[in-house]
C-alpha cells in the first residue's frame, strides 16, 4: 500500500503535465480509491474520448494492481519518445483506478504469505462480517440470476443490497460524472482481474448472446473487438456468462446503464 502511493506520486512529480492524481472516495475503512488521469493538458478537461482501466476488485488478485502501475509508467516513461504512446495520451483522456479494494489488499498481504481474500473488509452496525464480493454488488440485474449468493459466509456474497458496498458506490459516482451535456464521455473500459488469460465481454448475468438490453450493432462490436484485442496477446476473447453466470457485477452494469464497451480481462496465469 506504502509502495503503490509511492510510485503513483512520483509519477504525478516526474510528469506533472501529464499526470493528475485524486481519488473517487473511501472504501469501508477509509482509504482512499486513488485515480490517475493520463492525458496532454491533463489539467483541463479536453473534448477526447476517455478510457478507463481499473484494478483489484478482488483482494488476492495482487497482479492487477502492478498491471495498472505498469500501464501508468508505459504511458509516462515512453511519452514522446514512443509513437503509440504518444498518440493515446495526446488524444485521449486515461483514467486509471489502481485498487478499488484497498482494505482486502491490506488484509490479503497481512496473510503468511497472504490470506488468498477476495471480498472486502465490510462489517454491518454490530460489528459482525458482511465482507462483500465487489464484482457481484453492483446495481444492474443484481442478484437476478444465480450468479451470486445471499449468504454472508460465501465467497460471492452480493451484499445485502445493491451499491452496499462504498468502494462500489464510488466507482459508480465517478463513472456517472463523467457525463457531460447527457454524453457519456468514457467510450471503452477494462477491469482487471486474474486469472485465466481471458478477455470478457457482457453480459454475464445471461447465455443469450444478444438479450433485448443489447443491441445488435453493439455486440458485433464486443465481439470484433475483444478478438482483435486477443489476436494482440493470444488470450480467449468471450462472453462472461461462457466462463460462468454472474449477475450484479461491474461490467454488465457499465454497458447496460452507460453504453460503455466494457471488457474484464482475466490476466496471467493460463490455467483456472
Ligand atoms: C470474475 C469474472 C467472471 C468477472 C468474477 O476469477 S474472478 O473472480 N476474477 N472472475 O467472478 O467476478
Ligand atoms: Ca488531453
Ligand atoms: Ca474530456
Ligand atoms: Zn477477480
Known amino acids: 500500500w506504502d ?3 509511492a510510485e503513483i506520486r512520483k509519477a504525478e ?27 496532454d ?5 479536453e473534448n477526447e474520448e476517455e478510457v478507463l482501466v481499473d484494478a483489484l476488485h478482488h483482494a488476492r488478485e ?6 495498472a502501475l505498469a500501464l501508468l509508467r508505459w504511458l509516462t516513461n515512453d511519452y514522446g519518445t514512443d509513437d503509440t504512446v504518444t498518440r493515446l495520451v495526446n488524444n485521449r483522456e486515461i483514467w486509471i483506478i489502481f485498487a478499488l479494494n484497498p482494505d482486502g489488499m491490506r488484509y490479503d498481504l497481512t496473510g503468511d504469505p497472504f490470506h488468498a481474500w477476495r471480498k472486502n473488509r465490510q462489517r454491518d452496525a454490530q460489528g459482525d462480517p458482511m465482507f462483500t ?4 454488488n453492483y446495481g444492474y440485474r443484481w442478484g437476478c440470476c444465480g450468479g451470486s449468493s445471499g449468504k454472508r459466509s460465501a465467497l460471492t456474497y452480493r451484499g445485502p443490497r445493491p451499491w452496499s458496498a462504498p468502494e462500489t458506490r464510488a466507482l459508480a459516482e465517478f463513472v456517472d460524472s463523467r457525463v457531460k451535456g447527457g454524453v457519456q464521455q468514457i467510450v471503452s473500459h477494462v477491469t482487471l482481474h486474474t486469472n485465466g488469460e481471458l478477455i470478457l465481454w457482457p453480459y454475464g448475468y445471461t447465455h443469450e448472446n444478444v438479450p433485448p438490453d443489447m443491441t445488435t450493432l453493439d455486440h458485433d462490436v464486443f465481439v470484433a473487438l475483444g478478438e ?3 489476436d494482440r496477446n493470444g488470450y480467449t476473447a468471450q462472453q462472461s456468462s461462457q466462463l460462468y453466470i454472474t449477475d450484479g457485477d461491474q461490467i454488465d452494469w457499465m454497458y447496460a446503464t452507460h453504453r460503455i464497451f466494457s471488457y474484464t480481462y482475466e490476466l496471467f496465469p493460463p490455467e483456472r
Open 13 to 39: 512529480q516526474d510528469h506533472p503535465d501529464l499526470v493528475r492524481l485524486s481519488t473517487i472516495g473511501q472504501s469501508y475503512e477509509g482509504r482512499p480509491i486513488f485515480i490517475a488521469k493520463v492525458s
Open 133 to 136: 464480493d465487489l464484482n457481484r
Open 41 to 45: 493538458n491533463v489539467a483541463e478537461d
Open 228 to 230: 482483435a484485442m486477443a
Open 62 to 67: 495482487h497482479l492487477t494492481t502492478e498491471q
Open 3 to 5: 509502495e503503490l502511493k
